[in-house]
């Protein structure tokens, strides 16, 4: 069973979404078959890259609020990720363009990667004190290098803006496409979609659902039960009359 999650790294429900599933999916008793795909999903894809500003000034201009109100949001999204056992700084965040994380991830996922990085991206967000958007390409490279990429293919990466740049755009037009309009968005098989960062046991519910419901494969045509074909023994021979 495959199990899609459309997120963004500047999301902090996606942060703490991800840590609800997981705790589901721990406890599922089929979970070494659920593959779990990360895909691309930017909340601000217009803003420029250069285009850093600290979230409370953000928050404020986005929604209207004041300081002390968008503050006070900060501090009840650090209470929901420290019971998720999440570390989480309230105060002197920043928030920037996402889009090359985004495509980072992409090619984390030609190398087997993409949970490690976007696990330690979001760490680097919403944990740490380093900035993810203001000190350049290298930081996100020692980010990469840490989940296990080589260091100048990360650079390569990020030097060329075309670089997996179609994926993360098809990846936002699927979005589009199921109906998501935020993130965290959780699809099942492409039978269940869950929206938001849920209680783990929304999630167990969900898993133990789409699992029991899954189609067992259905042969269109039997046709000539004889026909050739390779198996465990490995494949016949046809023999000439």
């Known amino acids: 069973m495959r199990v899609e999650i459309w997120s963004d790294i500047a999301c902090p429900w996606c942060y703490v979404g991800k840590a609800r599933f997981e705790k589901a999916l721990e406890a599922f008793p089929y ?6 795909v990360h895909r691309s999903f930017e909340l601000d894809p217009g803003r420029d890259k250069a285009d850093v500003q600290p979230v409370l000034a953000m928050l404020s201009k986005k929604y209207g609020m004041s300081q002390a109100q968008a503050q006070a949001g900060e501090e009840n999204l650090g209470s929901q990720a ?8 309230t105060r002197d965040r920043d928030h920037g363009n996402t889009f090359d994380l985004h495509r980072l991830l992409h090619f984390a996922k030609e190398q087997g ?17 380093r900035s993810l958007f203001s000190e350049g390409d290298e930081r996100l490279v020692d980010l990469a290098v840490e989940a296990g990429l080589d260091a100048d293919e990360v650079r390569g990466v990020l030097a060329d803006p075309t670089a997996y740049a179609d994926d993360v755009r098809a990846d936002e037009r699927e979005a589009a496409e199921l109906g998501a309009n935020g993130v965290p968005f959780f699809v099942l098989d492409r039978k269940y979609g869950i929206s938001g960062a849920q209680p783990a046991e929304v999630f167990t519910q969900a898993l133990t659902q789409a699992w029991g419901n899954r189609s067992p494969l259905k042969l269109i045509d039997q046709g000539d039960a ?5 198996g465990p023994d490995g494949c016949a021979v046809p023999q000439q009359h």
């Open 31 to 36: 979970r070494d078959g659920v593959e779990v």
């Open 82 to 89: 420290a019971a998720e056992g999440l570390a989480y700084r």
């Open 113 to 129: 990667r993409q949970d490690e990085l976007v696990q330690i991206f979001y760490r680097a967000n919403f944990a740490e004190e």
């Open 226 to 230: 004889s026909a050739e074909a390779c």
